[in-house]
């Protein structure tokens, strides 16, 4: 009697399993049509409260709309102006950076054999290639570039999607049996999310123009591009911050010298630890937090099911899986798994 109880669990877990390896296969398999999808979601995200600002202003809906959806074009047109060359430039020298971190790396090899530290040559640069941070950077500019050239279905889809969210509560209201307790739950993790994305993005923005302004005034080449990527990564927390300051921190003791990488690496770390020790968690709250193993299993996953956009969007991905997690009783073990530490015994959440 017993051994049937079983096998119906055990064929449930693989029917699960087979389910789930389909549907990751389908997502990597549809990731062109997907990425420009996430990314108009991404942005109408963000684009929410704005829009939701303006019509408590009184202004018309039509008009509200037309003034985020102009502001977001202003804001792309601005970055493919100021950014584009740089990832063109940057691109075209990337094979002479590569050579100049191959001397620096012969140069170090001489330098610690002088010391009387042998190191074999090939060993070191297989375990450690600079050179590939700067070509990751590179191939995850040119993979940002080539979906930012669907710019225009881009907007498109940002356009309807926030056309829709207006009359999104009277269609659950009409579709579902008790709509006041699926709204009330809905309303929650649209607000956390809304305010998780609102809140990341203002934090990124003041941390990219922090980077670029200081590396402007070291003088390090492409300060507009490193800031970029600063903002970008910012939406990775710990890992992101990593590998936004090593390729410019390398292009910094290529061009300037070891003093002036110092400096970078500095400012790198003294914005990040402003930021991500100080400013975030009084801002957003502990509880909307991702474990570091966490972050950086969803960084690889995410990046190999939707390729460089998809490390972007990891974590917001991720976030997102993790609020909608927290917001039933049932999966909110799953969420504190998720978690950077175990919530306080009787609190409430830190988003709540």
Known sequence: MSEEPRQGNGRSVLVTAAAFVIVIAGIRVSAPILVP????????????????????????????????VAAVIAIVLILAVLVGNSINDFSQSLPV????????????????????????????RDAFDPGSAMKLVASLLSGLGGT??????????????LLEASGFSAKLRASVAD?????ETIDRFLSTIQRYMAIK???????????????????????????????????????GSILAAVPAVLLALLQLGAGSALMAASGYLAVNIAVGTVIEPRVMGRGLGLSTLVVFLSLVFWGW?????????????????????????ETRWVAVLLGPEAPVEGGSQASE
Request: proline share 6%; charged share 10%.
């Open 148 to 161: 930012l050239t669907n710019a225009f279905l881009i907007l498109i889809t940002v356009t309807f999607i």
């Open 305 to 329: 099911v939707l390729g460089p956009v998809g490390m972007l969007l990891s974590v917001p991905l991720t976030m997102t899986l993790k609020i909608g997690l927290g917001s039933s009783e």
């Open 97 to 124: 950076y590569q050579a100049h971190l191959k001397e620096q790396t012969a140069a170090l090899l001489a330098w610690l054999g002088g010391l009387g530290l042998v190191v074999p040559e090939g060993g070191l």
């Open 179 to 183: 709509p006041d307790r699926s709204f």
């Open 37 to 68: 999808f996430l990314l108009s979601l991404f942005i109408a995200i963000i684009s929410g409260p704005p829009l939701s600002f303006l019509k408590r202003k009184g202004v018309p809906r039509s008009l509200a709309l037309l003034i985020v």
């Open 201 to 239: 993005t203002v934090i990124s923005l003041a941390t990219g123009i922090a980077i670029a302004v200081w590396l402007a005034i070291l003088g390090v080449d492409y300060p507009l591009l490193w800031g970029l990527l600063a903002f970008l990564l910012n939406y990775v927390p710990t890992i």
